[in-house]
């Protein structure tokens, strides 16, 4: 009985949270279809080799200045977008040319706001804190209501969707799909949470460090002197199979320049291999492996691609964006028709109450 209390109490007031966190995790599924209809230029494929790459770099440093750029984002097999951010905090979107489709600041375009509002509610860090806790809040839930479904578990049915508002239906729908979506549930909760809090996560998983190495001050160079097209070719030697999916710039003059890879193997959209190059001599400072990891730290890897369906192409893969956008619709069913049985028990109690 105190389970269920705890259950129902928990997640009246959770509810909203949830439900936002819900819809906008389902709506973020779907943010590379949104660019490219967007963007028709995101639906042509951009060559990943180190010339086109480096001619790439050169043109958004001649069009913003290299010294206001952060990193770029190079574009996927899958959607041709370069995305580059600045140090002042603002973002832009290029095509496969170099020329300027989208620039903003902040979360103006409306993928960025959604994605805030899953993220941090629109808060910064204090939001995001406060879906972490959320997240782990989410996985209490969902084993909280197995343990008090269980001792019924040979009346749970197929029905979702409730047959009316009665108090019974609710609970049977909510009772159903709760179980359902238990699974997919608890996956979405705990990577979620994992991500917020990610020494708390590798600490459990016994992973260690996962972060690619902090920036490096080398011997100054110039911007203008960077050799782009070495640098590449440098980083693209070390691992001859890999995708070249992004580059970040210190803001320090002399900082080092980090290139990310993804190889083939690895679940990561963008990879989580990393070349730390010096910039004035092309040579390389250290080197982060994804696949030669611990297991601890390859699992916590795959946090982010389980996360956002970013598994890449493929009927597997687009199933699974389904099973992902009907989990968080879920999430979101689950806490309005609870929240709305247990303020209808709670109106109930109290007319009783004042009845008696």
């Known amino acids: 009985m105190v389970i269920h209390r705890i259950h129902a109490w928990s997640g009246a007031g959770l509810s909203l949270l949830l439900a936002i966190i819900g819809m906008s995790g389902m709506l973020l599924v779907f943010k590379d279809d949104f660019l490219r209809a967007s963007f028709p230029q995101a639906r042509r494929g951009v060559p990943a080799d180190p010339a086109t790459i480096a001619a790439l770099t050169e043109r958004a440093e001649a069009q913003y200045g290299a010294s206001t750029i952060r990193s770029i984002r190079f574009p996927a097999p899958d959607l041709g977008l370069i995305r580059v951010r600045f140090h002042t905090g603002g973002a832009a979107y290029l095509d496969s040319t170099g020329a300027e489709l989208a620039r903003w600041h902040g979360y103006a375009r409306p993928e960025e706001w959604v994605f805030e509002l899953h993220h941090y509610l629109l808060m910064g860090e204090t939001g995001e804190i406060v879906v972490g806790v959320a997240g782990l809040c989410l996985f209490g839930l969902v084993l909280s209501g197995l343990y008090a479904v269980w001792p019924a578990r040979r009346s749970l049915g197929s029905r979702v969707l409730p047959r009316s508002t009665k108090r019974k239906d609710l609970l049977s729908s909510h009772r159903n799909l709760g179980v359902l979506a238990a699974l997919p549930l608890i996956v979405m909760a705990l990577t979620g949470a994992g991500m917020i809090f990610p020494d708390a996560a590798k600490a459990l ?127 979101a069913i689950l806490g309005s028709v609870g929240a709305y049985a247990f303020l209808t028990t709670s109106r109930r109690l109290r007319r009783n109450r004042a009845a008696e």
């Open 205 to 331: 998983m016994l992973a260690g460090r996962s972060s690619p190495p902090p920036f490096e001050t080398v011997t100054p160079a110039a911007r203008g002197e960077m050799n782009w097209p070495r640098l590449y070719q440098t980083a693209q030697a070390a691992f001859p199979d890999a995708a070249i999916r992004g580059v970040s710039m210190s803001s320090r003059q002399g900082g080092a320049v980090r290139i990310r890879l993804r190889q083939p193997a690895e679940w990561q959209p963008n990879g989580r291999t990393y070349i730390m190059v010096d910039p004035a001599r092309g040579t390389i400072l250290s080197v982060t492996d994804a696949l030669s990891a611990t297991p601890g730290v390859q699992a916590f890897n795959a946090f982010y691609p389980l996360h956002s369906g970013r598994l890449g192409k493929g009927i597997g893969a687009r199933l699974y964006d389904v099973l992902l956008a009907a989990t968080g619709l879920s999430l």
